[in-house]
């Protein structure tokens, strides 16, 4: 398999990162510090063909591949992982759904939508239906004009913002995944209502929230897949949704390890910059391994996938190896800049404790 990327993708990914650091590294901290949505960073987004990149050209977009998309991804998670999230659903998940299952009806209405900036919405999450999706209640019932949806979601990403959504819903008596289904669903659908917004410790400038189905009344035309297939359907496009949650996290930790490299090339302890001592280096050394092992395993699922959607199992592996990586290298940035400065303390300290004996620490030390 070659790893190597082509000529018009590097040029994708340096378009990326320039679009990153030039722009949108220092609007970063105020959409998390307001809790305000990156409208700005959107339009910017929508100017350089990120939104839709995956979208077929047919309809308006870029007809560029998932590893297309993911390279973007991680160029602009290094600097906003607010803004990746939205290109992530810009470009897959119910994009996906919709480009791979959708009538040309329902693609020539809802594509231009997020040609034009619009996050779709993926509803799978329930009070008592998390990772167990097929528990979900969120039911559709048959009516004259179509169908009835009852029911809610929560920790749903982009809620308040997002025009359409992908609503998974029960639309059959059958139980677990066969009687699944999934509905498109506007924002301003009379009976949809967009409720409490919860609290999250990061990422607070694209909100998670709830939404309510009161007897929300669609046509038939929304309907997007149907059961008995509809909800493995719907799972293999959520698949790409996982690689680009696995390159987000790719992205934080990258931007996390290139902070701390710089750092240590130019912080100073004991007359040299801390990225001389081997400690240090040891841990630079382990966040690349890191960081390069997580990207081999998402750019493998995403090359193998080809123009289908990646493999089940491939995508699940990158991305669980991605978020735990992620962490680890996120902590041990923080642990370098941390290190210089206990260095730095303990070095204060110890002279302190001399000078209140009269001498000195090179005084002290014993002769060789």
Known sequence: MDFQLGAAQQALQARARTLADGVFRERAARWDADEEYPWDNVKDLVAAGFMGLAIPREHGGSGGSLLDVLLVVEEIARVCGVTARIVVEGNVGAVGALVAYGTEAQKRRYLPWVLEGDKPAIAITEPEAGSAATDLVTRADEAPEGWALHGEKRWITGAGVSRLHLVYCRMSETPGAEGIGGILVERDTPGFRVGERDRTMGLRGIPEGRLHFDACRVSREQVLVTPPNGFKKLMSAYNSQRLGAATVALGLAQGAYELALAYAMERRQFGRVIADFQGIRWKLADMAIELDAARLLIHRAAVNAGSRFPDALEAAKAKTFAA??????????????????????????????????GCSPSAAAPSR
């Open 324 to 357: 735990e990586m992620a962490q680890e290298v996120t902590g041990q940035a923080l642990q370098i800049r941390s290190m210089a400065r206990r260095a730095m303390d303990a070095r204060s300290r110890s002279s302190a404790w001399f000078a209140t004996r």
